[in-house]
């Protein structure tokens, strides 16, 4: 049996003083309860809210979860650049799924399915996007043999891009916009462009989608639909002039500059050895520099002309506008 608690005079005072105060406050309807209407109105409201709460976190988690995957892009493209300027070429896709770049010999081993898996532990990144899902990669052949290198990396750049965007010659990868159709080529002008490099995360579905998810190597512009959550492919492409900007300038960017033949040429003008021409007679030329130039062999007295190489416009190009350039020049070019 419990025994009951004692209690003293004091605390029974106080007690009946404040229930006296709820009497009073009950009275006077400052603290009368809710009407069952009241109730109601209030229970609506809540559960408005709860609804409206519980509808907001699918779409807040997918928003969050697409910034989280564009920033793991952003640094996947980061160190596609610093690859770039480090080792003077891009790295090659992975096809076997173990993060590493694979090679054959010096070029890159073919991808049966592109885009390939990007190789993060080449890199040493993370190489997944929020939904856990692989990011995939396809990089411009021109840039990735080990051939390339620091030494002829910018001449190599320059010539991707002065070969780029024409027709069916088209360097691959491109990405294209909705207009043009999934055919492995700017099949219009404007309608897209080569890049030096392309990653993508599949995004929500974890599946490629549009352009990306067949085995050719056209993929969706950034800015096409394809870069949101509802269609669900994030492209972010490492653009060639954008490499170009970050790496070459006019003292370590060259011209391969080709000699004709029964001609002959000083590279560079005064201090160069000369050359005679012939079919597969060249030097590499650096940016801003002059070639001495002979209508004759041996480099006899004054030359006949000399000409300055100082911008690498499309007119310093051999071949025709429209045509397919080989990004190369002869040393009598007089379209500077
Ligand atoms: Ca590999
Ligand atoms: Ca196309
Ligand atoms: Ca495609
Ligand atoms: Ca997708």
């Keep these: 049996m419990e025994c009951p608690v004692p209690v003293s005079r004091k605390t029974n005072r106080k007690i009946s003083f404040l229930s006296n105060r709820v009497r009073r406050l009950l009275k006077s309807g400052s603290m009368r309860g809710f009407t069952l209407v009241e109730l109601a109105i209030v229970l609506i409201i809540v559960g408005l809210l709860i609804g409206v709460g519980a509808n907001m976190v699918g779409p807040l988690t997918k928003r969050v979860k697409l910034n989280e995957s564009r920033d793991d892009l952003n ?21 076997n799924n173990d993060g590493l770049e694979d090679l054959t010999g010096a070029v890159c081993t073919a991808c049966p399915n592109p885009p390939c898996r990007f190789p993060n532990v080449t890199l040493n990144i993370k190489g997944t996007d929020a939904w856990q899902s692989f990011l995939r990669y ?4 021109t840039l990735t043999p080990t051939t390339i290198n620091s030494q002829n990396y910018c001449v190599a750049l320059y010539e991707t891009i ?12 491109i990405v294209t916009n909705t207009a043009d159709p999934d055919d492995n080529q700017i099949t219009t002008a404007g309608n897209g462009y080569t890049v030096a490099a392309v990653i993508i995360s599949t995004g929500e579905d974890v599946t490629l989608t549009g352009k990306n998810s067949n085995n050719n190597r056209e993929y969706e512009m950034a800015s096409n639909p394809f870069d949101d959550v509802v269609r ?14 970050k790496g070459c300038n006019s003292s370590n960017t060259v011209l391969k500059v080709y000699i004709p033949a029964a001609r002959s040429a000083k590279i560079p003008s005064g201090s160069g050895t000369c050359l005679d021409g012939g079919a597969a007679v060249f030097a590499y030329l650096p940016l801003n520099s002059n070639v001495d130039y002979w209508n004759a062999i041996g480099c006899p007295a004054a030359p006949t002309a000399t000409y300055t190489f100082q911008t690498l416009a499309t007119t310093d190009w051999n071949g025709p506008a429209g045509t397919r350039r080989n990004g190369e020049v002869n040393a009598n070019n007089t379209d500077h």
Excluded: H, Q, W
């Design 138 to 141: 396809d990089a411009v052949d």
């Design 75 to 95: 640094k996947a493209k980061e160190a596609v650049v610093s690859f770039s300027m480090s080792r003077g070429r891009l790295p090659c896709p992975d096809v």
């Design 162 to 173: 002065n070969n780029a965007g024409i027709g069916a010659n088209t360097i691959l990868p």
């Design 232 to 245: 669900n492919d994030l492209v972010m492409d490492i653009p060639l002039g954008e490499l170009m900007g």
